[in-house]
């Protein structure tokens, strides 16, 4: 079962320091979704992409992260100079979507970042 | 944001039926009412959805109100597998998630 895989699962890092995520998502979803989501809360939408094209990004996404998803395969999430309030669970999601509301989303097991 | 609402907790007795409702009062003509579950230290794991007709799967089964301003998930036999946070969502184009309800089934 080929589902969406997230790697790594577990990032420790000091304040200041960059981290990359990667995703890689089900073979052939055109859709692919990063997503944040802190202790207790529901999953919060940072930004997705369509293939290659990356066309919406939350306001929750500041200008220290930036997300790639090169030749509209694997993506990668990148978050610079992290800060304490950065540690959480990044999860990916992809979908084949069509049009319409009718998308089905398939989520990885995330990577939960710890920022000290 | 999040156009649900839904109690933050409930709980279930094992082989029961859980019933877990969903209020979204400004859903609008073609958005699908979604559902999805959290097991902790996992990614959410879709169950089912639907527009206006009711609908049914291995899972789960979805009932609309004929206004659709609501809808009720329904587990059919819950186990201690069901145990899980589970989300309601209208889709506009995203996932918007919200609390979600904490639903846990005793044995």
């Known amino acids: 079962d080929t589902g969406v895989s997230q790697n790594p699962r577990h990032k420790i890092t000091k304040r200041g320091q960059n981290v990359t995520f990667r995703c890689d998502p089900i073979?052939?979803?055109?859709?692919l979704y990063w997503y944040r989501q802190t202790l207790g809360q529901g999953p919060e939408f940072l930004t997705y992409?369509?293939?290659?094209?990356?066309?919406?990004k939350s306001r929750l996404l500041s200008d220290r992260f930036s997300a790639e998803r090169p030749k509209g395969s694997f993506s990668t999430l990148e978050i610079q100079r992290t800060e304490q309030g950065d540690s959480a669970m990044y999860l990916c999601?992809?979908?084949?979507?069509?049009?319409?509301?009718?998308?089905?989303?398939?989520f990885g097991s995330g990577t939960q970042l710890s920022v000290l | 944001d999040a156009k649900t609402t839904q109690p933050p907790s409930m709980d279930c007795a094992e082989g029961r039926a859980a019933n877990l409702p969903c209020n979204h009062s400004?859903?609008?003509?073609?958005?699908?009412v979604y559902w999805y579950r959290q097991i902790h230290s996992q990614g959410p794991q879709y169950i089912i959805h639907?527009?206006?007709n009711n609908e049914t799967n291995e899972m789960a089964s979805l009932i609309i109100t004929e206004d659709r301003k609501s809808s009720t998930l329904i587990l059919p036999h819950a186990t201690l597998r069901d145990t899980a946070v589970y989300y309601c969502?209208?889709?506009?184009?995203?996932?918007?998630f919200g609390a979600g309800t904490t639903v846990t089934v005793r044995a």
């Open positions: 999601a992809s979908s084949l979507a069509s049009g319409g509301t009718n998308e089905k989303l398939f």
């Open positions: 073979s052939e979803h055109n859709r």
């Open positions: 992409f369509q293939n290659e094209a990356q066309l919406e």
């Open positions: 400004t859903i609008s003509g073609n958005e699908y």
């Open positions: 639907g527009l206006k």
């Open positions: 969502i209208v889709y506009d184009y995203k996932l918007s």
